[in-house]
Nanobody, 126 residues
Framework: QVQLVESGGGSVQTGGSLRLSCAAS????????MGWFRQAPGKEREDLAAMYTGSGNTYYRSTVKGRFTVSLNDAKDILHLQMNSLKPEDTAMYYC???????????????????WGQGTQVTVSS
């Protein structure tokens, strides 16, 4: 059974940085799709970034590209989200998601994913 565990959330001031991690276990495939999403109170879930662990191809929401970066560890089982120049509007619960690789996928759509972590809270104060 696939499990995803996020870590690295916390409280920072505007302009600060955080690095989130998502540890994946239980996958039998050599390659899969992993993504990061967030949801603030009263708002819809928002896609952020995604990566195919096999090819290394990455995808970013336009509004975070350049500030947020995804990367994978050497074992290809931990996906990081480096977040720089954080703003109060980045405050949200951040979720990691994963899916088996399939044709026609849309990496930045939440309905592409069938495995989700419990989330880690990020709070940015002004």
């Amino acid at each position: 059974q696939v499990q995803l565990v996020e870590s690295g959330g916390g409280s920072v001031q505007t302009g600060g940085s955080l690095r989130l991690s998502c540890a994946a276990s239980g996958y039998t495939d050599s390659s899969y799709l992993m993504g990061w999403f967030r949801q603030a109170p009263g708002k819809e879930r928002e896609d952020l970034a995604a990566m195919y662990t096999g090819s290394g191809n990455t995808y970013y929401r336009s509004t975070v590209k350049g500030r947020f970066t995804v990367s994978l560890n050497d074992a290809k089982d931990i996906l990081h989200l480096q977040m720089n120049s954080l703003k109060p509007e980045d405050t949200a619960m951040y979720y990691c998601a994963a899916a088996e690789v399939a044709g026609g996928q849309r990496p930045l759509r939440a309905d592409t994913y069938n495995y989700w972590g419990q989330g880690t809270q990020v709070t940015v104060s002004s």
